[in-house]
């Protein structure tokens, strides 16, 4: 089937202008520094400014046809002031001195603050020197794909769905490539930059046969690589998407009940993420949702459980040279033998719940606070193979592959599987669609009785209280002794 992209005066031509000559760099210090003494002399325990510069492409493909483009540039500034462990906080498009300065001002009369008020000198004593991670990443942008080379490749994946698969109705493959620098500055002394790149790819299709049907999806993901898309595997990806698609069109609809169920790795890993991950960040802390919040060096999972949060593994979605505070990351082990050792903090969190900062202040952009996030956070990898996982399992569900689901605020959630099978007698039987997993994290944690050795990590998207942020979930294969399954 031939393929077809939007002609050249179809497709949207962005208009940079000056937009990437004006870097941010050592020459802002002097404004950062008149910024920081200005809320420093109001009163204010710390200022901080976050200064951001955004270009982000999307693309859609539908069957043999690119369908949408989406550019998008940005920039802006967010200003927050913390005074006796409140915040105030603004953001602004507008970077002039004049913007900026009126901006913090209203940051300041949040919490009662004002400038003209005050005379007695400020606390602040300069920035450090610039740390500077976005040294080597200066032509990053320019090495991506362009808009033709991205559309190729996004056609050639749909061109191998509509080879591969069966009794297709529906073909989709999309593209987002997010590129971001930032500007750190606090009265703390914190002066810091850094680019970020993320791109991600993903394929779906909807396979219908009669009565039967089956829709299944595929995302990719990396961070700093700007050749990823050019060694994406469209073939590979589309080959598992359209298996996966052909498998669950005829399967039947899974009982509900309880049952052991073995999750596979990969995305596998959101369950944890989700129901509690969450928990253990310090803004749950904060509005008291969390039931771990005063269970540090307690059991609250099975001594097989060991959990990480960790912004370094490289290529990886959420990883990060330094966080939207302008820390580095670190390795964070949140659950070590199933103890609960630390929380994921940022800094609110530090000065609010007592627990040091992690790296792990994010947000979505300058029109957000920064807030305690997750970033590669996954279930290590045990001692057993995935084999021994199901060999011990006489009657039960393997997951293959999750999908979509909910997560209360304190750790009850409910999560779809997209590919899912029977496990009889310790062996793999007929493929069965319709499950639901349902529980409660303080309830399952426990129950997650054997690890694999077989960790793999997956890029996602998550939603929280500063937006939706980059990140990776991951696990080996896990046992979950008992658990709620929904079905029919």
Not at 153 to 178: E, I, K, M, N, P
Not at 250 to 272: E, H, S, T
Not at 411 to 436: C, R
Request: hydrophobic share 35%; charged share 25%; aromatic share 6%.
């Amino acid at each position: 089937m031939a393929s077809s992209l939007l002609c050249a005066e179809e497709r949207p031509q962005p208009n940079r202008g000056d937009f990437l000559t004006n870097a941010f760099s050592n020459q802002w210090r002097g404004l950062m520094e008149s910024l920081l003494h200005r809320g420093s002399a109001a009163g204010a325990d710390l200022v901080e400014v976050f200064l951001e510069r955004t270009d982000h492409i999307g693309l859609l493909a539908e069957q043999d046809r690119i369908t949408s483009v989406n550019p998008s540039f940005a920039r802006g500034a967010g200003l927050r002031v913390f005074r006796d462990g409140r915040d105030g906080f603004v953001s602004t498009n507008d970077l002039s001195e004049v913007g900026l300065q009126r901006a913090l001002d209203q940051a300041l009369a949040m919490l009662g603050l004002e400038v003209q008020q005050l005379s007695s000198p400020a606390a602040f004593e300069g920035l450090k020197q610039l740390t500077d991670h976005g040294l080597t990443k200066d032509d990053w942008l320019e090495r991506c794909p362009s808009l033709d080379q991205a559309s190729q490749c996004l056609l050639q994946g749909t061109a191998h769905l509509d080879r591969l698969g069966q009794h297709l109705q529906v073909r989709r493959g999309s593209y987002a490539r997010d590129w971001q620098e930032v500007l750190v500055a606090a009265s703390d002394g914190t002066f810091a930059r850094d680019i970020r790149l993320h791109q991600s790819t993903g394929l779906s299709v909807l396979a219908a046969d009669g009565d039967h049907r089956s829709s299944i999806g595929r995302r990719y993901g990396s961070s700093d690589r700007p050749d990823d898309l050019r060694d994406w595997d469209s073939e590979a990806s589309a080959a598992e998407v359209c298996n996966s698609a052909g498998t669950m069109l005829r399967a039947d609809y899974v009982d509900a009940g309880q049952m052991p169920a073995v999750l596979a790795n990969r995305f596998g890993g959101v369950i944890f993420h989700e129901a509690c991950g969450h928990l253990l960040e310090t803004t749950q802390i904060e509005r008291g949702t969390t039931p771990f919040a005063d269970r540090v060096g307690e059991l609250i999972a099975h001594p097989a459980v060991t959990a990480i949060d960790e912004g370094l593994s490289g290529g990886s979605f959420g990883s990060l040279s330094m966080d939207d505070e302008g820390m580095e990351p670190e390795r964070t082990v949140l659950i070590k033998d199933g103890v609960l050792q630390r929380f994921i903090s940022d800094r609110a969190g530090e000065l609010r719940t007592g627990h040091k900062r992690t790296g792990s202040g994010r947000r979505q952009s300058h029109a957000f606070a920064a807030a305690s996030r997750m970033r590669n956070t996954f279930i290590d990898a045990g001692s057993h193979t995935p084999e021994q996982l199901i060999e011990s399992v006489d009657q039960g569900l393997y997951c293959k592959a999750m999908g979509g689901g909910s997560v209360g605020p304190t750790g009850q959630f409910n999560f779809s599987v997209e590919e899912g099978y029977l496990i009889e007698n310790g062996k793999l039987t007929k493929p069965v669609k319709g499950a639901t997993l349902i529980g409660d994290a303080k309830e399952v944690m426990p129950r997650i009785s054997m690890c694999a050795n077989d960790l793999e990590l997956a890029a996602g998207f998550c939603g929280s209280v500063s937006g939706s942020v980059f990140v990776t979930v991951g696990q080996p294969h896990i046992k979950v002794d008992s658990i709620t399954v929904g079905g029919r």
